[in-house]
């Protein structure tokens, strides 16, 4: 069992910065891929972002490349989620999830755990 916990949400204006941080309480973090998830109201989950178990690989949705970094700290346990640039069309609740193994695609069918949640709104 892995548990999952997001910080770093918040309220930010347009054109800003916010860092989430998903700490989490596997024994080989390593192997584990990390992924981040959106949800805003009234729509379904959508991906945001992965990064494999070793941090080499990452992958992207179209709609935040360039402007979002996920990087990790596999000695810290820990996953990051660098959003630059925010729109107000980022505003959702953010997920972080884990899947057993090295990588994992966009879907939340490949994900084995979820955090709880952080809030991001970003104001026009």
């Known amino acids: 069992q892995v548990q999952l916990v997001e910080s770093g949400g918040g309220l930010v204006q347009a054109g800003g910065s916010l860092r989430l941080s998903c700490t989490a309480s596997a024994r080989t973090f390593s192997r584990i891929a990390m992924g981040w998830f959106r949800q805003a109201p009234g729509k379904e989950r959508e991906f945001v972002t992965v990064i494999s178990g070793s941090g080499i690989s990452t992958y992207y949705a179209d709609s935040v490349k360039g402007r979002f970094t996920i990087s990790r700290d596999n000695a810290k346990n820990t996953v990051f989620l660098q959003m630059n640039s925010l729109k107000p069309e980022d505003t959702a609740v953010y997920y972080c999830?884990?899947?057993?193994?090295?990588?994992?695609?966009?879907?939340?069918?490949?994900?084995?755990?979820w955090g709880q949640g952080t809030q991001v709104t970003v104001s026009s």
């Open positions: 999830a884990a899947a057993e193994g090295s990588w994992a695609g966009k879907n939340t069918y490949s994900y084995d755990y």
